[in-house]
């Protein structure tokens, strides 16, 4: 939608008045979980209305609940919505930014509109179906079954959701009005810009009406820097017409270092009164992937260095308010990315907003993921889709990328979907539709280097360390692919790792565990990997991410990547996790904690502010035999960093990208048994500017077999208990080894937190070094017992709130 300055409040009281304004229509919603076919067959349903607000999805808990499969079907939404009794003629239409995947939409019993395919927003016209001076019945029943013809491909690594995930407005509209503004600009340079703006007129005046359309642009401090005007005759119901302003002298250049975003302003006037007015953001830039690379921005080459998101955040599914959309991309900022690939589908308003403010550069995504193609009515909607998602998010000055589908030969949902002469026709297709509609963005896919002659750009499959190759083999697969593909960025590289999990001695990155090359095999069962036979510990996957980003941030050619996925993400595609159903190769977990890896990815990217993380916080216990030397890494953007064991420093250590690991800062020391800290204190010209602490718990022997799971507790700030079971040996000494599932549950007054897909959320979860945590919240003058059990362990139980009886 239009960035529109209007009236925004919680419930509509429609103003009798000839302008535009905005209304949200996300409280107050009743909510019917039954899949009725149509809405004469509500009274029958045996289930009770409830009350939500939205963003809602029906898919909160199900998707990383212990049992297999989460709800694919319909549901029922139900609000009133009062219309005074107006005068003037307005148009009164429903503003959905998502509904996921199909809905219909019935106003008073009548229906008034609908969309197949979610992740976009749509528009609802219901002037014709509302009674004025009395209150109105929306009824919305949302879809999402399973259907071959609507992409994204049930077979895709991730949620469905259902529901209506994004937010809900009511636009009110004057007879005569202003849509669908696009702002173009054909030419940038850093001593002028070229700007035009096209507009659509609308007219339901039923005769030729005389306007003048002014347009004005805004620089940042909201100073005019162009204008143009033009009158005009409006025939008939719609009409387009296009501005062509002045040029914009020595522009302010959006870029990831300042993002700079001038406003065009566009008022249609009749008798110099304003009738209507709309406004929206642009940025002035230019971009350039040159052939074999690197990438330019504004003349200047940029490393892109980038990470993918999904949109799902615990407790809330995709139905997430806009501050944690905003929340998600701040962080991604802060890690120090420029470039974030949406994945795999087009994202909320709020994301695109937050990138065109943050400066990060955007890689779009049509949601074509998995399931190869079907007939007639699949190519239908997957085009119209495209060319939805084209139109609304056409303004935005982050967007370099617009991707065309990911993996699409995968797992056909049609006999002979893979059909590789079938899929190049189509992404041809998809390909011309993209150009003609917005020549001014790249065109891309992943995984379908068969058609590389197809699009602008190609991200090939390349997974060092992970599911193919060895991740010390990542030059080599870098100049491999560029000798290939002329133009490609890497999409896509990483692990999973499991939050706790560590080991003093993680996989090499110089053994080659498969000799399937360096992509993903859609058969993993087939492959010898680190995926199926690594231990999925943070250690792994930091030396991992340390050595990819040691090589990519040193190659003078190298367009960039994006490291999959910032944060851990829904999947029913994978049971046997450590946290089932979650994919864990986020560098923060599903709540947005920071795993270990986070701050790699900073170290690497950021100059400020200054920082020491030692890796690790979640490795507080640790063993080997005496006077073994154990290696301390420090990740830090400080130019020094000197490192004190137990009070006594270890020395001074130089940052330098061309060492590896840890830049340099590496330490070999030797705790002490018992308890240990370690510090390291960040130098800039040699004074201290920022300073991390660790403690650490060493022990010389190594621990006995398990003998039972020990249980204890303690209060959370807020009020919550954070139960943790270690499984320990006879001596009481955790087993740092033991990584085996385990299984919690309660019973009494109070709530054990569930279904997050957190580390301390999770009923179901394996150990990490022996330990396990879960989150309680009591009851006030309640009790509960609370179990821990595997096939291991009987059961170990702990009160909280009371005594044993």
Not at 511 to 523: C, H, L, P
């Amino acid at each position: 939608m239009l960035r529109q300055e209007l009236t925004q409040q919680a419930e509509p009281t429609i103003k009798d008045e000839p302008r535009r304004q905005r209304y949200s229509l996300n409280e107050r919603w009743e909510y019917l979980e039954d899949d009725l076919g149509d809405q004469a067959s509500l009274n029958q349903s045996s289930r009770k209305w409830e009350t939500v607000a939205l963003p809602h999805t029906w898919n909160v808990w199900d998707v990383v609940d212990p049992v297999p499969g989460y709800r694919r079907s319909g549901g029922w939404y139900r609000k009133d919505l009062f219309v005074p009794n107006y005068r003037n003629d307005l148009r009164l239409l429903l503003s959905f930014e998502g509904v996921d995947i199909t809905c219909e939409v019935f106003v008073n019993g009548m229906k008034a509109g609908g969309h197949v395919g979610g992740y976009v927003g749509f528009e609802v016209d219901i002037t014709d179906f509302v009674r004025k001076g009395t209150t109105n019945t929306l009824l919305v029943r949302a879809s999402n079954a399973y259907d071959p013809n609507v992409i994204p491909s049930q077979k895709s690594d991730f949620c469905i959701y259902g529901g209506i995930t994004r937010d809900v407005w009511l636009d009110v509209l004057p007879e005569t009005y202003l849509a669908d503004l696009r702002i173009r600009t054909p030419k940038v340079s850093k001593t002028r810009a070229e700007v035009e703006v096209e507009v659509l007129v609308g007219n339901e005046s039923g005769t030729a009406q005389q306007f003048e359309l002014e347009c004005l642009l805004l620089d940042r401090e909201g100073r005019e820097v162009s204008k143009a005007n033009v009158a005009q005759e409006v025939r008939g119901k719609e009409q387009a017409f296009t501005l062509k302003l002045p040029a914009v002298k020595n522009p302010s250049l959006w870029s990831p270092s300042d993002p700079a975003l001038y406003t065009a302003r566009v008022r249609l006037k009749r008798s110099n009164r304003i009738v209507d007015e709309v406004a929206d953001r642009f940025g002035c830039r230019w971009f350039e992937f040159k052939d074999r690379g690197p990438f330019f921005l504004n003349g200047e080459r940029l490393l892109l260095r980038g990470t993918h998101r999904h949109e799902d955040y615990a407790g809330y599914g995709n139905a997430m308010p806009d501050s944690l959309h905003r929340k998600d991309m701040q962080m991604i900022k802060e890690m120090g990315a420029n470039f974030v690939r949406l994945a795999h589908y087009p994202q909320d308003p709020e994301v695109y907003r937050a990138c065109d403010e943050l400066g990060l550069l955007v890689w779009d995504e049509l949601p074509w993921c998995r399931g190869g193609m079907g007939g007639e009515e699949w190519k239908t909607h997957t085009k119209r889709l495209l060319e939805e998602q084209i139109n609304r998010y056409y303004n935005h000055p982050s967007i370099i990328i617009r991707s065309l589908g990911n993996e699409m030969y995968w797992l056909p949902d049609f006999p002979g979907g893979d059909h590789l002469d079938s899929l190049r026709a189509m992404v041809k297709e998809l390909n011309d539709i993209s150009h003609r509609l917005d020549p001014s963005r790249l065109t891309s896919t992943r995984k379908f280097t068969e058609g590389v002659d197809l699009v602008d750009i190609v991200s090939p499959s390349i997974w060092p360390g992970w599911y193919g190759g060895y991740y010390k083999g990542y030059e080599t697969a870098l100049n491999t692919a560029r000798a290939n593909l002329p133009r490609f960025f890497h999409a896509e590289y990483g692990g999973d790792s499991h939050v706790g999990r560590h080991t003093e001695n993680p996989v090499s990155g110089d053994a080659t565990t498969t000799s399937d090359g360096w992509e993903e095999n859609i058969k993993p069962q087939a492959v010898k990997n680190v995926a199926n036979e690594g231990d999925w510990s943070e250690s792994y996957i930091i030396d991992l991410f340390d050595w990819m980003l040691h090589v990519s941030e040193q190659l003078p050619w190298f367009t960039g990547n994006a490291q999959w996925a910032f944060k851990d993400f829904p999947t029913p595609l994978r049971p046997e996790n450590p946290i089932p159903y979650i994919n864990q190769k986020g560098v923060v977990d599903r709540a947005g904690k920071p795993k270990d890896a986070y701050y790699v990815f900073k170290s690497y990217w950021t100059t400020s502010p200054l920082f020491c993380y030692i890796e690790s916080h979640t490795w507080n216990e640790r063993s080997g035999p005496e006077k073994t030397p154990r290696p301390v890494n420090v990740f830090s953007n400080c130019p020094e960093v000197e490192l004190f064991l137990n009070g006594v420093s270890q020395g001074i250590r130089k940052r330098d990208i061309g060492r590896y690991p840890a830049s340099g800062l590496s330490w070999e020391v030797r705790f002490r048994e018992g308890p240990n800290t370690l510090s390291a204190m960040g130098l800039k010209e040699g004074k201290r500017v920022t300073e991390d602490t660790l403690a650490v718990r060493y022990w010389y022997a190594k621990n006995l077999l398990p003998d039972q799971i020990a249980l204890s507790a303690e209060t959370l700030p807020g009020g919550n208990v954070l139960v943790t079971a270690l499984v320990v040996d006879k001596n009481g000494r955790r087993c740092l080894e033991y990584n085996k599932r385990v299984y919690f549950t309660f019973e009494g007054k109070g709530e054990l937190l569930v279904n997050y897909g957190t580390p301390t959320r999770s009923s179901v979860i394996e150990m990490a070094n022996g330990r396990a945590q879960i989150e309680f919240v009591p009851q006030s003058g309640g009790s509960a017992v609370i179990e821990a059990r595997n096939q291991d362990f009987k059961g170990a139980y702990i009160i909280i709130g009371g005594s044993h009886p």
